[in-house]
């Protein structure tokens, strides 16, 4: 059974540029999550998604952020513009149904600003 | 506000003997606790986890331990090895939030 796929690896963007995440989840499951990794740290939350519904984003900074799901399948996670301080590694994660099953991540997408 | 916490960045240990991983957190909401672990390059995996319901979860090499009233947890493997030797994320929910919640991270480094 194929991970959780995410695309690109890795990415060198100058600030004020956009970018833009792809991922896909584990065939079945139905909940997806972006989450944004800061050195040193463990990963926060951004975005959940179940099916095409975001019913968690409180913690996704709007003003620059935006995610889309369609069709409940792929996901894309845009920043635009991007800022120094959005250097960090970006995880997709899936699940069967609820976050207190276990999440499946990917091997990221680890962004540098300058 | 670093709901979960681990306060040791780092920690050394000569294979075979007993890893032993800290997690304190201070919401007294959560009530089911993982543990990730993280390879260089990919993404966390799951390793193991706890209900609250519960004070001890043993699988194999690991097992956590969870004390509720002193809102702490450890993980404990036995014996180490090598290819232990990766970053390793505790996490908490409250029910019906959701939403997990990461501490820092552990850098466990398994000597030969």
């Known amino acids: 059974e194929a991970g959780v796929v995410q695309s690109p690896r890795y990415k060198i963007i100058e600030k004020k540029q956009p970018v833009a995440f792809w991922c896909n989840p584990i065939?079945?499951?139905?909940?997806l999550y972006w989450y944004r990794q800061n050195l040193g740290q463990g990963p926060e939350l951004l975005i959940r998604y179940e099916n095409e519904e975001a019913v968690d984003d409180s913690q996704l900074p709007k003003d620059r952020f935006s995610a889309e799901r369609l069709k409940g399948v792929d996901s894309t996670l845009k920043i635009q513009p991007a800022e120094l301080g959005d250097s960090a590694v970006y995880l997709c994660?899936?699940?069967?149904?609820?976050?207190?099953?276990?999440?499946?991540f990917g091997p990221g997408t680890r962004l540098t600003v300058t | 506000d670093q709901q979960v916490k681990q306060n040791s960045p780092s920690l050394s240990v000569q294979e075979g003997r007993i890893s032993i991983l800290n997690c304190d957190y201070t919401n007294s909401m959560f009530d089911y606790f993982l543990w990730y672990k993280k390879y260089p390059a990919e993404g966390p995996t799951f390793l193991i986890s706890i209900s609250s319901i519960k004070d001890k979860n043993e699988d194999g090499r690991f097992t956590v331990f969870l004390n509720k009233s002193a809102k702490h947890l450890s993980l404990h493997i036995v014996p180490s090895q090598p290819g232990d030797s990766a970053v390793y994320f505790c996490?908490?929910?409250?029910?019906?939030?959701?939403?997990?919640?990461f501490g820092q991270g552990t850098r466990l480094t398994i000597n030969p």
């Open positions: 065939s079945g499951h139905n909940t």
């Open positions: 994660a899936s699940s069967f149904g609820l976050a207190r099953d276990e999440q499946y």
């Open positions: 996490a908490a929910s409250a029910q019906g939030a959701q939403k997990l919640v």
